[in-house]
């Protein structure tokens, strides 16, 4: 399941036992140890949809063969009316690849505003930031990651487009690594400037539950995760950990010629940037306020580290104002309540107040 990217090499190290993190819980189950120091932590297999709940971030329906939606979500590339299309040609003949490509917009994703992906020829888009050769674990938009291998044909191709309103990949006429002769697929995904994002089929040959894992993991849906410094038990070197924190797992048995998936994004602690819109907004549960960065967030995002860093979690901000205040003597629950029910302005004045 290595990718080249980029020229980027990078070599395996063997694995090591690294004391369990208490703020993630039992979440963790896979385990990669990859060059650079960089830990990859992934969901386990049986987690359908869901770190917290399904619909935390995304909501999504399928679409069959028979329904009108189907052909509406489907790009089609040769209508010049959608803009210029590229033939990526390094993508379209080599096994096992991927190449960044920068974007006209700001695409969000979980709530985060990327300008730039990585297409891999597995059909799927790795969206880090951080490259790695083990982009089939977390971090894509996966209409259908499998072994697909475009340098078998000249037929097969992988295309994209930009419009400025829609980025669109288009893995044409692919075909599996060493099953060549069972079919050709397509397929494309679609990243939206709203932040949908739409999975549509026009070839699937063989169901996708029949398709094996066992050389290149087989998957369909999104993933995200985070990335936090974490002290290392060998050295005096911080280790880069990689969590995934959220994962959408489609339905495959859908998966058929003509078919497709939309995935609407939902509103998003991060998008808040007042600490009222963050505390009393209908739209979103759970977010915190950070005055030090001035940041809304439930501290589950790429942001995970400064959130650590800057003591943004509601418990470690009171336990700070109950070190710091001369003038509330109580116990740290009595304070945790009173804490809840103050105003914004009123707590940026006892952390302010707490500093001097």
């Known amino acids: 399941?290595?990718?080249?990217?980029?020229?980027?090499?990078?070599?395996?190290?063997?694995?090591?036992?690294?004391?369990?993190?208490?703020?993630?819980?039992?979440?963790?189950?896979?385990?990669?140890?990859?060059?650079?120091?960089?830990?990859?932590?992934?969901?386990?297999?049986?987690?359908?949809?869901?770190?917290?709940?399904?619909?935390?971030?995304?909501?999504?329906?399928?679409?069959?063969?028979?329904?009108?939606?189907?052909?509406?979500?489907?790009?089609?590339?040769?209508?010049?009316?959608?803009?210029?299309?590229?033939?990526?040609?390094?993508?379209?003949?080599?096994?096992?690849?991927?190449?960044?490509?920068?974007?006209?917009?700001?695409?969000?994703?979980?709530?985060?505003?990327?300008?730039?992906?990585?297409?891999?020829?597995?059909?799927?888009?790795?969206?880090?930031?951080?490259?790695?050769?083990?982009?089939?674990?977390?971090?894509?938009?996966?209409?259908?990651?499998?072994?697909?291998?475009?340098?078998?044909?000249?037929?097969?191709?992988?295309?994209?487009?930009?419009?400025?309103?829609?980025?669109?990949?288009?893995?044409?006429?692919?075909?599996?690594?060493?099953?060549?002769?069972e079919g050709a697929y397509t397929f494309q995904a679609a990243l939206h400037l709203t932040g949908t994002i739409t999975f549509s089929y026009r070839d699937i040959p063989l169901p996708v539950e029949v398709i094996s894992s066992a050389e290149h993991q087989v998957k369909a849906g999104l993933s995200d995760a985070f990335m936090v410094n974490l002290p290392s038990p060998q050295s005096s070197d911080a280790q880069r950990r990689l969590y995934e924190y959220h994962r959408v797992d489609i339905d495959t048995t859908k998966i058929t010629n003509n078919s497709a998936f939309e995935f609407t994004a939902l509103p998003t602690c991060l998008q808040h940037d007042s600490c009222e819109l963050c505390l009393s907004s209908n739209l979103t549960s759970g977010c915190t306020w950070c005055n030090v960065l001035q940041r809304c967030s439930d501290g589950m995002d790429r942001h995970r580290q400064e959130w650590l860093d800057y003591a943004c979690s509601e418990e470690v901000e009171l336990d700070n104002v109950n070190e710091r205040s001369h003038t509330l003597h109580t116990s740290t629950p009595i304070l945790f309540n009173l804490f809840k029910t103050m105003t914004c302005h009123e707590k940026e004045g006892i952390m302010e107040a707490g500093q001097c």
Not at 33 to 51: C, K
Not at 78 to 93: A, E, F
Request: glycine share 8%; proline share 5%; hydrophobic share 35%.
């Open 1 to 181: 399941m290595r990718y080249h990217v980029n020229g980027q090499q990078h070599d395996e190290r063997p694995s090591h036992r690294i004391p369990r993190e208490p703020w993630l819980g039992d979440a963790r189950v896979a385990r990669e140890v990859l060059g650079g120091g960089l830990t990859i932590d992934t969901l386990p297999d049986n987690m359908t949809h869901l770190v917290e709940d399904a619909g935390r971030y995304y909501s999504w329906r399928s679409f069959g063969p028979d329904d009108p939606r189907t052909d509406e979500l489907w790009v089609d590339l040769n209508d010049l009316g959608h803009g210029q299309v590229r033939m990526h040609g390094i993508l379209s003949n080599t096994h096992r690849q991927a190449a960044k490509v920068a974007l006209s917009f700001d695409f969000p994703f979980y709530g985060h505003y990327l300008r730039q992906i990585t297409i891999a020829t597995g059909g799927f888009i790795f969206m880090g930031a951080v490259t790695h050769r083990m982009l089939t674990a977390t971090q894509y938009i996966a209409p259908l990651m499998a072994n697909f291998d475009p340098s078998f044909s000249k037929e097969s191709t992988v295309q994209y487009l930009d419009n400025g309103e829609v980025f669109v990949v288009q893995w044409e006429r692919v075909r599996l690594h060493g099953r060549e002769a």
